[in-house]
């Protein structure tokens, strides 16, 4: 009696756990049942577990029957001939999605020449292993595999020609690689895939070397001539969005140049940009503060009259206005309605992006690495031939990680942008090695790829050869641009006047616990209470109940209110989060008591 | 040799050192130069005031800490023995745990045994056995009234065990029943007659748990060859049953259960096991900490006389300061006891003082300046 779960629910039980099993696979290769359906029959717990539910990965696989893939050249020339489709073989039980449970019941062979007897399906492509961004990895099968997950990981992240309409797209935080270029060498998966249809990268020319020390520590040295050129070069977009909301008692919002005397106007100066209709102008240039949509508001409280002006006058001003650090130029302005039919204005902000130290690149090999250095074309080394790299990458960065494919794609670039061909590099059904690097010694060059190259500030040549040649790079999203941040002084929060924290509200950097005991460990003691200074405040104590005194600054008299006038108060220094405490023990009825004592 | 006036300025090691190490025939002014120079040099070494120990061995050790891997070390042999390492093993010391979770002993013996002579039958002999051990099966005969217990014959040889052993074992502990042995089964009849059946499983379960042979605790025992001699090194620690024994050297044998050595040897051997188990735990990793860093956190754990953990219960909650044990752990508790006993806090310590942002009295927040005014006429 074996036990049966459909979809992890108990079904019942079967006597012929086998039988059973071959039947429920024989009638969905028949279309009988449903074919998102998979069976696994676990012998150790004598358990068969069926599953139709959402969420599961699956991939397909060409069934083998005594020894033999079901998969014929009949069947191929009909596909080529387009009389027959995938979903066409699906359904004829040649080909069946199997999800990881029913995969353990299986035994796969890779390649056509070795399926025998025993063997139940047969791999597609080898390549079918991989994901989607892991087959777009040229020569995978070469790399470690966390460096291949890391490749795909950081194929994500970078920025190409995400959308063709994203010129009247609203997205928010996107963006668009200037000149985005087809791999040199790419693998199947980039013409299944339509990549030439949405690149994220471009063909450069790479140089393994190290230069004075800035690329250490995976960093990479860029060509300020290529960035001249445009390599690397994109578009940032930022919509920034109003909305005229109502309010209860027929109230509304209003999107228009703020008046002078509504509450909390800034100054001229920062709603100069805004047209009559209080929206900003295509093309203009902004800079952080500016208005780019001016709106005010009806007052909070409708009871409030305690102020005594005219009514357009408690009006509140709540523009929206460029955050802190924005700079760009009003790409797109659009003026339409939402669901509930209120008024809604979108500006999208446009800021160009040129590389900078700081910015994030990697080829598709996980070998991220961030821009140290930023080199005139002249001082760049150069080889015979007149080549200036466009990017020169640590030597260090290769033995650790073991990422072969790297420098084979490397060759494979140099050949395939010398011979004017795109180099199939796909994992496993590669172009091999050995005939690439023929053609390139064909071409004139060493067959392994490494040149010598000169010095740009003097001429010499380098003794050492060096491995160069034409890679795919990326450029990924995390640009420094949006991340750079440093503060003297600032905003502090209301309750505690400490910094805020985070770039967004121009924070402070957080001088922590285990960073203050670095202070005390080196007795740093007056350094320490100058770093912790952010907060404090001079606070007038009672000496006779201890207690905090208040301070009258018009009569300038400080005064206990439980004491009176007529009592010793003393000024003391100390942090505003220590106050808080003590108000926090009085609201909870315990007596905090300062008992003051003479400095000297 | 060597003048009281230099002996009380110098520590007793270093002038035993010295008095070693100047040759006889050296002329007084010479010794006093050599003496003036090791005054120098040892005043020099010593740490100055305010300076801030405890947070340095807290970073020296801390820091090492977080690169800590590997936390059992797997002794191999007839019988497998895990023993806790790595940072599970630091923090079970540092926090002072009655119930350590692998303790261990390394049992040194006397000659000729520590020689190897008859190490294996030693061994045996500490190693605790039970009834279950050499049993196979053990079942309540109902018409008869009996426990019968099958019993391993080869385990039995094994271990060296006679029936008359068996017998005499049995005896005592499970009281009203008459032991005979037939045909390798333990037979153990109920003298009265009336007793429950209830009672009949209860004893069941206690002649299970009946100890043999062995001392209390020890689960493992290993005869390993360590440098010229032999020693036993067991899982399960009695300290107290084991250096009764005639052939441990009892000067050398010791645990790791630092309580256990508490109450045996005293604060002083405790303390100098801290030590000892904590730069064990630190060198098996490869890491270098100086030994005063341990040493000062072993003083600070034993300072009051008894072994005490470096967790809100041991050490912190002997700080003079309600706002320090209110900043380390369950403020609420410190903040409402001070409240109900009136408790003044004299901020003469690091915390408060950052608390309050004022300078803490630590390397240069240290010396205050005092001016002598001079009274008025």
Known sequence: ?600 | MIPKEYQDKLSKSIVDELEANIPSNSSDAKIKKILDATVAEYQDAQVEAGESVGVISAESIGEPGTQMTLNTFHFAGVAEMNVTMGLPRIIEILDGRKNISTPMMEIFLKKPWSTGKDIKQLARLIKETRVKEIATEIAINIVERTIEIKLDSEQMKALSITEAILLKAVQKPVKGYNNKIKDDVLIMKMKGKDDSLNDLYKAKEKVKEVQIRGVKGITQVLPVKRGEEYIIITAGSNLKDILKMEEVDETRTTSNDIFEIEATFGVEAARQSIINEVYKVIESQGLNVDIRHIMLVADTMCASGKVKGITRYGVVSEKASVLARASFETPIKHIINAALIGEVDKLNSVVENVMLNQPIPIGTGLPELIIKTRKKE
Not at chain 1, 133 to 145: D, E, H, I, K, M
Not at chain 1, 301 to 321: G, I, K, P, Q
Request: glycine share 8%; aromatic share 8%; with cysteine.
């Open chain 1, 1 to 600: 009696m074996t036990e049966v779960y459909l979809n992890s629910k108990f079904a019942g039980n079967v006597d012929n756990a086998t039988e059973f099993v071959e039947s429920i696979k024989e009638e969905r290769r028949k279309s009988n049942i449903t074919g998102n359906l998979n069976v696994h029959f676990n012998e150790n717990s004598d358990k068969i577990e069926i599953d139709v539910s959402r969420g599961r990965a699956r991939r397909p696989l060409i069934i083998v029957k005594n020894g033999r893939p079901l998969l014929t050249e009949e069947h191929i020339q009909k596909l080529e001939k387009k009389e027959m489709s995938w979903s066409d073989l699906v359904k004829e039980g040649i080909i069946e999605y199997l999800d990881a449970a029913e995969e353990e019941n299986t035994y796969v062979a890779f390649f056509e020449k070795d399926v025998t007897a025993e063997h139940t399906h047969l791999e597609i492509s080898p390549l079918a292993m991989t994901g989607l961004a892991t087959s777009l990895v040229p020569y995978g099968n070469f790399n470690q595999s966390t460096r291949l997950n890391a490749g795909s990981k950081n194929q994500k992240q970078a920025l190409g020609f995400y959308a063709a309409n994203f010129a009247v797209r609203m997205d928010m935080d996107v963006n668009i690689l200037h000149t985005p270029q087809v791999p040199l060498v790419g693998t199947i998966m980039h013409e299944i895939a339509g990549y030439d249809k949405h690149p994220a990268g471009q063909n450069i020319v790479v140089a393994i070397m190290s230069f004075k020390g800035y690329n250490m520590e995976d960093a990479i040295i860029l060509n300020q001539g290529s960035i001249d050129r445009g390599l690397g070069r994109s578009s940032y977009f930022r919509p920034s969005t109003a909305e005229e909301l109502r309010y209860a008692g027929g109230l509304v919002d209003e999107i228009s140049v703020p008046d002078k005397d509504v509450k909390g106007y800034k100054s001229e100066q920062d709603y100069r940009l805004l047209e009559g209709d209080g929206i900003i102008y295509p093309e203009a240039v902004i800079a952080e503060g500016d208005v780019i949509i001016g709106k005010t508001s009806p007052p909070r409280f409708l009871s409030s009259l305690d102020e005594y002006s005219l009514a357009s006058s408690t009006r509140r001003e709540s523009s929206v206005n460029a955050k802190h650090g924005e700079v760009g130029v009003i790409d797109f302005v659009c003026i339409t309605e939402n669901e509930e039919g209120n008024k809604l204005v979108q500006v999208r902000v446009r800021d160009q992006r040129m590389p900078e130290i700081g910015d994030k690149f990697t080829s598709r090999h996980g070998q991220k690495g961030v821009v140290g250095l930023v080199v005139p074309q002249q001082d760049m080394p150069f080889s015979a031939s007149g080549i200036v790299p466009d990017l020169l990458f640590s030597p260090h960065g290769i033995p650790s990680r073991m990422t072969i494919a790297h420098l084979i794609e490397l060759v494979a670039g140099k050949t395939g942008a010398l011979s004017g061909r795109h180099i199939n590099g796909t994992t496993f059904d590669a172009e091999p090695e050995e005939r690439i690097r023929k053609e390139l010694q064909e071409l004139g060059f060493r067959e392994n790829g490494s040149e010598t190259l000169y010095n740009g500030e003097t001429g010499e040549a380098f003794e050492a050869k060096i491995f160069i040649g034409d890679m795919y790079y990326l450029k990924l999203k995390h640009m420094v641009a949006n991340k750079l941040h440093s503060r003297a002084r600032g905003p502090i929060q209301l309750l505690t006047r400490q910094p805020t924290e985070g770039r967004a509200k121009e924070g402070g950097l957080r001088l922590g616990e285990m960073e203050k005991d670095t202070f005390v460990a080196h007795g740093a003691s007056l350094l320490l209470k100058e770093r912790f200074d952010s907060d404090k405040t001079i606070v007038p104590i009672c000496e006779e109940c201890g207690l905090i005194a208040i301070k009258d600054e018009f009569k300038n008299k400080s005064y206990c209110p439980l004491c009176g006038e007529n009592t010793p108060i003393s000024n003391i220094e100390i942090s505003y989060a220590f106050k808080l405490m003590l108000d926090e023990f009085k609201s909870l009825g315990i007596y905090p008591k300062l008992q003051l004592k003479g400095k000297y």
